[in-house]
T-cell receptor, first 114, second 115 residues
Framework: AQSVTQLGSHVSVSEGALVLLRCNYSSSVPPYLFWYVQYPNQGLQLLLKYTSAATLVKGINGFEAEFKKSETSFHLTKPSAHMSDAAEYFCAVSRGGATNKLIFGTGTLLAVQP | DTEVTQTPKHLVMGMTNKKSLKCEQH?????MYWYKQKAKKPPELMFVYSYEKLSINESVPSRFSPECPNSSLLNLHLHALQPEDSALYLCASRSGATGSGNTIYFGEGSWLTVV
């Protein structure tokens, strides 16, 4: 079975500081991994996805993530946090098959302090 | 344009009411989903439609009834709900028929309150 674990339900950084949100996956086959962001009272927006084409994936809003098979990790980073980055971030892994079920992690709430 | 449109954005209904949530996409996607999200929790899958046929029902109570009238529309019919069903209901769609790499795109959600 596939699953993802997000370490840290709450992360707080200062504006301009590095953002690091952790995600580890478990999968018996090469996974497809995603990061979604959810701003308050909104739906989910795709930040980036890993589909085995490249281990370093660049997404929207300056975010990127690196797939590390040896560490079974897909951590999300951004060099410099903005106030507008405050949101809930979900890591997700996709199962195989036509139905393409997304399995979500428990989420990390990012707070950005001025 | 990766847009999934959901209506209404907010719905308040009594436990004896019958209402529906609607979802529409015009991206030519052939898989559509309903997710339920409680506050401070990740989305939980409810139903998956593939080529307008129900392919997954995650043991959802029968008071939730999905319908896929055509490839662009997905409805969720609600009847005799309980207060604990109050949540954000997210619709999503995916491009392509097979393969795990296809991205699932989400709508803005419908906030449901059962009183």
């Amino acid at each position: 079975a596939q699953s993802v674990t997000q370490l840290g339900s709450h992360v707080s950084v200062s504006e301009g500081a590095l953002v690091l949100l952790r995600c580890n996956y478990s999968s018996s086959v090469p996974p497809y991994l995603f990061w979604y962001v959810q701003y308050p009272n909104q739906g989910l927006q795709l930040l980036l996805k890993y589909t085995s084409a490249a281990t370093l994936v660049k997404g929207i809003n300056g975010f990127e993530a690196e797939f590390k098979k040896s560490e079974t990790s897909f951590h999300l980073t951004k060099p410099s946090a903005h106030m507008s980055d405050a949101a809930e971030y979900f890591c997700a892994v996709s199962r195989g098959g036509a139905t393409n079920k997304l399995i979500f992690g428990t989420g990390t709430l990012l707070a950005v302090q001025p | 344009d990766t847009e999934v449109t959901q209506t209404p954005k907010h719905l308040v209904m009594g436990m004896t009411n019958k209402k529906s949530l609607k979802c529409e996409q015009h991206m030519g996607h052939r898989a559509m989903y309903w997710y339920k999200q409680k506050a401070k929790k990740p989305p939980e899958l409810m139903f998956v439609y593939s080529y307008e046929k129900l392919s997954i029902n995650e043991s959802v109570p029968s008071r939730f009834s999905p319908e896929c009238p055509n490839s662009s529309l997905l409805n969720l019919h609600l009847h005799a709900l309980q207060p604990e069903d109050s949540a954000l209901y997210l619709c999503a769609s995916r491009s392509g028929a097979t393969g795990s790499g296809n991205t699932i795109y989400f709508g803005e959600g419908s906030w449901l309150t059962v009183v």
